[in-house]
């Protein structure tokens, strides 16, 4: 508990922009590698394989891109749901 009051209490009082690059850092940083996985693999299936194969990767990149948007919001929404749960009256 107290390192929960202690994250809420830098959540009052820390400065909006601290707050701001620290939580939006790693956000950033995962969408730059998702990003160049998705790039390199282009490079490389479009000189290894032939054109056909990248038509076919042009194809599933938006699947790949709904997939991942779809489990950030089930991941995010869960956890938002969970800790609620706990806490209601008259729940175990």
């Known amino acids: 508990m107290a390192a929960q009051s202690?994250?809420?209490a830098e959540l009052e009082n820390a400065s909006v922009w601290r707050l701001?690059?620290?939580y939006?850092?790693?956000s950033i940083a995962g969408m730059v590698v998702y990003s160049l996985y998705n790039i390199i693999d282009s490079v490389f299936i479009g000189h290894g394989v032939g054109p056909l194969a990248l038509s076919g990767l042009a194809v599933t990149f938006p699947?790949?891109?709904l997939t991942f948007a779809l489990g950030t919001l089930v991941g995010i929404g869960g956890h938002q749901l969970h800790p609620a749960g706990k806490k209601r009256p008259g729940r175990n």
């Open 24 to 26: 939006s850092l790693p």
């Open 63 to 65: 699947i790949m891109n």
């Open 20 to 22: 701001l690059i620290q």
């Open 6 to 8: 202690r994250n809420i």
